[in-house]
């Protein structure tokens, strides 16, 4: 059974803190995302990587962060977190070259910051 | 990138099909169409993909006309346990790249 895990599901930080974010897929997918996702404005993609140390920009990378160093781990770091970043983040993966769009979700951490 | 319009939400009774339309105007050439489903405190769950005319799995049907500028996710029959928000979405071909989700559908079933 495919499976993609966060870190944490639930998490609270102060102000300023630096924040870490991992999600770890054990499908050897090339594609790793990294959306949050805030009622009613539905996911929007913050970051998203097509290989070990290669990562691209999504909608909304401003304050946030990305590091993949092995194929099945991808990180999303919040620098100073603010609370404007106090949302659920998901993490998805999905294998490349395929035909199909089917990306795999993790549960979600839910991020407040104080 | 193509962006995807859908209705806010939408409501319905146990055993009777449903039919959630989007919006597409702008999908490009190389663009699949795919919808997801999300319960509350899960992350989305992939449902069905199409390119054109319509594909069918033990879940659900898509619809999609020639144009392509819309499609339809039909739920025969849907439960309580269908109660979830419904996302469409375009991306490139394969792999997803750039996807982009709208605010989805919320569908509430009810008894």
């Known amino acids: 059974d495919v499976k993609v895990t966060q870190s944490s599901r639930y998490l609270v930080k102060r102000t300023g803190e630096k924040v870490f974010l991992e999600c770890v897929q054990d499908m050897d997918h090339e594609n790793m995302f990294w959306y949050r996702q805030d009622p009613g404005l539905g996911l929007r993609l913050i970051y998203f990587?097509?290989?070990?140390?290669?990562?691209e920009k999504g909608d909304i990378p401003e304050g946030y962060s990305v590091s993949r160093e092995k194929k099945e781990r991808f990180s999303l770091i919040l620098e100073s977190a603010s609370t404007n970043q106090t949302s659920m983040y998901l993490c998805?993966?999905?294998?490349?070259?395929?035909?199909?769009?089917?990306?795999?979700f993790g549960p979600g951490t839910r991020l407040t910051v104080t | 990138l193509a962006k995807t319009t859908q209705p806010i939400s939408m409501d319905s009774y146990e055993g009777q099909e449903v039919n959630i339309t989007c919006s597409h105007n702008?999908?490009?050439?190389?663009?699949?169409i795919t919808w997801y489903q999300q319960f509350p405190s899960q992350g989305p769950r992939f449902i069905i993909q199409g390119y054109k005319t319509k594909v069918t799995n033990e879940v659900a049907s898509l619809f999609i006309p020639a144009d392509r500028k819309s499609s339809t996710l039909s739920l025969p029959r849907v439960s309580l346990s269908d109660t979830a928000v419904y996302y469409c979405?375009?991306?490139?071909?394969?792999?997803?790249?750039?996807?982009?989700f709208g605010a989805g559908t919320r569908l509430f079933v009810k008894a």
């Open positions: 998805a993966s999905i294998l490349a070259g395929e035909d199909s769009n089917e990306q795999y």
């Open positions: 979405l375009v991306a490139h071909g394969a792999g997803g790249f750039k996807t982009i």
């Open positions: 990587s097509y290989d070990v140390k290669m990562k």
């Open positions: 702008n999908i490009a050439t190389n663009d699949y």
